[in-house]
């Protein structure tokens, strides 16, 4: 079979300059030195390295997972040796300022290229995405030192960095954590605890590790007020930046996934010798917020994996598709014809159409969020405030509706391969596993759920949906111009009108105490908040698209008809979703634990 | 943890005895020496056999796939052990005349013992599954002495069988396969072809084993009416049953899956020699006849599997919700109360709630259609033919719901455990992996959908069609005395009628030439039909339930809660994918292979 691309370049271009013409962004002081030929050059490199030290071993990584010699994690070289392409093609420090080696290029663009190497291999592409939001981190909230011992080796690619959130009688709830810190009079803290699930925790690609812990100094608060962060790193950092001995951080177990093999997962204790120093950021009892700065950019990410993983087996499947020949279409009862090319096949096609849907519409979600990042840039105050409340708002749905979806797409993809699919000889059932955990991790998807509906719609009386809303409208009415889109644009505001109307009754009957009863629906929200967001994508390209006269003819009729495939088959999940929110439906909470 | 259990007992026996009421059964002659205590005995053993001998080894053939040693196929000791086991207990003649040596025990006990067997360990029941449906073809179709030297081997577990259908240039295309049979002198005939995705095809399992195989005689007419079938064992048999020397069977390949390791797939050649001798099965040119007998019993069986996993998974994550503590209700703020068991939260109830739905209206579902095959010794003609006509229309659904439903409530199963799902270290993984083969494999979902909406509902003028719905209404009559469940009632007879009207729109199209069209939204059909169909099965067990006061208060109330809660969250999907099909939707038929 002929190979199939990393990314669909032209609906990458498309999303990027048609739709949210980031050309713009030159305008900001801080980005007045790039442009489109930038831009595309740094892809084009991304895509590169990708195809070339990214792609060739996620099988091998799939099929070798980390595992211990003498007690060091050992990786297939392969990850360390497509790691220093990375690095050594600026990529570690793609977003850093200019003053700090880093290229200064905007986040959207960063995100483009996390896309190709996520496409490529998601396991290995967790290593310097975890290391690169350290970086940000600690560029966000450290001291110039901190900055210059624990950031600046980061951003050279010579160490690496994890966040340590959980612990393993605490997965998703942070108040309960139990990792303490103890004061030192050097100002310093002693750190004892354990943490669970920590990607990159530990390996041998680097000459240190910076562990970003959760902790809670002696006295704190109980609950999550009184949470800190900590610096702590896998090597002691002296004043000059040089690395000591070991700081008393063990690996205590290693976690044997279902996929995404190649990225080792780990269980981690600090200060079993009461030896393991860590260093405060920030304020003490805020390291929550703090600890959020990172883990909203790994969400962000997690909806990229995800979505890149739905890409590549949607890319794999079409490629497949049209190549693979069986059967003939129902009412072909000639057995002496040719067999047809399996994309002739209706019930293929609808598998292939809805892939389409979902990974297009994804990646243009999740580089429409990561603009938003870019948009704190903007000189205007008002700008950089949209933009938070737009981040904020769709970060959960990328997480959420990025995994949940592409994790179907898939389930799709495997189906049109039969059962060559379900084999090893094929990459598509690696996707499928690799992409299971993104439902999970940083925040589970019940969880991004109680957030969109608990918090995030709710913030300022709803100043970030009437945002999101008033984008919606400008895009009505731009295909207002179009019959056929315009009835679609007329159901996309139905559809806003409802999910308006829910999250009214939400907030009003949060108000009146009945915040359980009503976040018991939080999925449900998030179902027609999603399915609705995604709906206005689709608008959106279909209107762009037929107004470019330009761009090929084919691309624009796909786009048009990926849009009306969603509105036709998926749309109605809106009213549904958000009817069982308005009524505040009960029938899951008032089930009984006995009653299973 | 504590050890969840294989089934749930009380809603299998609820199934068997209040729904179903199997103990009518015993007034056909064929089961007369059978009762309730029969019955139970033997699912008694089938669950100590499961526990004791398929259960331990289930993450060892996980871990250890069969491999080849010196040519020959080595697979873990234990499943030798284990089909030892099932065989000296009598399930491989469970359903075998007395006179053949076998327990003459109805269908649906058959099925209610390859519940527990299949919940145990996926793979391992593969290799009984398929010897079994081996014998009954041969018992239906064979000639005296064929059953004698092929079908009593199998029954007495000495022999194994397969089903040979595919072939690597015709996965489900049945009409363009190559495999010929050149008649012999002496009435047998020499094989020549290839076949791919055998299951259980060469394995030292046993002495020897039957392939059953579809072939053209040279000369046949083109097309699936040119297909006959032919037995053709492993090694010669002689007239007087002994075993020979090879057959000119060769093992070409292992497929290597990401599940279901346990049973092992291959990829055979016949006759590269030219010394492979088959035997004819019945008249020339109706194998594919023949053969649908094994595949509509392996069809149900792959839904029964399918069904199976979805319940492991859910007893597991029902088990871990109720034992594992984290986080607080979202209006609990006071971080020093203790965590909450997480089946505590609704999202989690809601995704037990979801798996439970799916599950128990899955494995009655599945008795269901096994009881219809046992209906087929009743001894008035009219309840034979209804049986077919039920068992017939039932089929498809049962393997592509049972299978579709089933991945997803693993899914949940795995979301349910969160991170520590994602490992290896617990089952979930395992059962989603296992699970992912059922919607491809025996016809994929997207065949089964073209079966129910081309074939089964439109044959004999809806005869099947209004068979099922004759069922529903006595059930919507039946609950009219609960007003709860009278509104449930009402909602099912508008979804009875909405589907009854699409059914006819799609067959005046389809007999106006438009088939292709129609049949664009078979799998909406097919989603229009199973949630009416599981709508109607939770009806029937909350109304059963209700009035019967014997029954636990909590389970009785729990088959409420469920039945609404299907209502509530999933009914309209009924309505939504009816409506595609009756305004026969084309957004997926008008996608052209160069949009995408």
Not at 360 to 372: R, S, V
């Amino acid at each position: 079979m002929s190979a199939s691309p990393l990314i669909d370049r032209r609906h990458l271009e498309f999303a990027l300059y048609d739709l949210l013409d980031i050309e713009r962004l030159m305008r900001y002081p801080r980005f007045a030195e790039h442009g489109r030929e930038t831009f595309d050059a740094t892809i084009d490199l991304a895509n590169r390295i990708a195809v070339e030290k990214f792609l060739p071993h996620n099988r091998k990584s799939d099929l070798n997972e980390p595992h211990l010699v003498d007690g060091r994690v050992q990786l297939i070289p392969e990850i360390g040796e497509a790691l220093r392409a990375y690095n050594e093609a600026g990529f570690t420090a793609v977003m850093a300022d200019v003053d700090d080696g880093g290229l200064q290029l905007p986040f959207v663009i960063a995100t483009a290229c996390d896309a190709l190497f996520a496409a490529a291999n998601l396991g290995t592409s967790a290593y310097p995405a975890l290391a690169r939001a350290a970086a940000n981190l600690l560029d966000a909230h450290a001291s110039v030192d901190q900055k210059r011992r624990y950031m600046r080796p980061i951003l050279e690619g010579r160490w690496f960095g994890t966040m340590c959130l959980s612990e393993p009688q605490a997965g998703s709830s942070l108040a309960d954590i139990a990792t303490t810190a103890t004061p030192q009079p050097d100002g310093t803290y002693k750190i004892s605890g354990a943490k669970m699930w920590i990607s990159a925790g530990e390996h041998e690609l680097g000459a240190n590790i910076v562990h970003l812990v959760l902790a809670k100094i002696v006295g704190a608060p109980a609950g999550v007020r009184g949470i800190s962060l900590f610096i702590v790193p896998r090597y002691k950092v002296a004043a000059d930046g040089s690395v000591g001995t070991s700081n008393d951080v063990r690996l205590a177990g290693l976690n044997h996934k279902m996929g995404q093999r190649g990225s080792v997962n780990t269980f981690l204790k600090f200060g079993e010798q009461d030896d393991c120093i860590g260093e405060l950021v920030g304020q003490p009892h805020h390291g929550l917020g703090y600890m959020f700065h990172m883990m909203n950019e790994e969400r962000i990410g997690v909806g990229v994996g995800a979505v890149q993983q739905g890409s590549a087996g949607y890319l794999y499947a079409l490629n497949y598709a049209r190549e693979r020949r069986q059967g003939r279409h129902p009412d072909q009862k000639d057995a002496s014809t040719p067999p047809l090319p399996i994309i002739e096949h209706a019930d293929v096609r609808r598998m292939l159409l809805w892939q389409k849907c979902v990974v297009e519409a994804g990646q243009l979600l999740c580089l429409y969020a990561a603009l938003q990042v870019d948009r704190a840039h903007d000189p205007d105050p008002a700008v950089q405030r949209d933009a938070a409340l737009l981040l904020d708002l769709l970060t959960p749905i990328v997480k959420s509706w990025g995994s949940d979806s592409s994790l179907k797409a898939n389930e799709l993809a495997i189906q049109v391969l039969g059962g060559y699919g379900y084999t090893r000889e094929y990459p598509v059932e690696q996707f499928y596993r690799d992409n299971r955990i993104n439902p999970i991790h940083e925040g589970t998807n019940g969880i991004q759920a109680l957030d969109l509906l608990g918090r995030k719609v709710m913030q300022q009386e709803g100043a970030a949906l009437k945002l999101l809303f008033a984008a919606m409208s400008d895009t009505c009415l731009r295909a207002g111009d179009d019959a056929e889109l315009r009835v679609h644009a007329q159901q996309l505001q139905q559809g806003m009108r409802r999910v308006g109307e829910v999250t009214r009754v939400a907030a009003q009957r949060m108000a009146a105490g009945e915040a359980r009863d009503v976040l018991a629906n939080a999925t449900h929200y998030m179902t027609a908040f999603s399915t609705l967001t995604v709906a206005w994508l689709w608008l959106w390209m279909a209107e762009a698209a037929s107004r470019n006269l330009a761009l090929d003819e084919d691309f624009r009729a796909g786009k048009r008809q990926a849009c009306r495939f969603w509105f036709a088959t998926e749309f109605a999940q809106v009213e549904h979703a958000a009817r069982l929110v308005g009524e505040v439906d009960r029938s899951a909470l008032d089930m009984r634990p006995g009653w299973f």
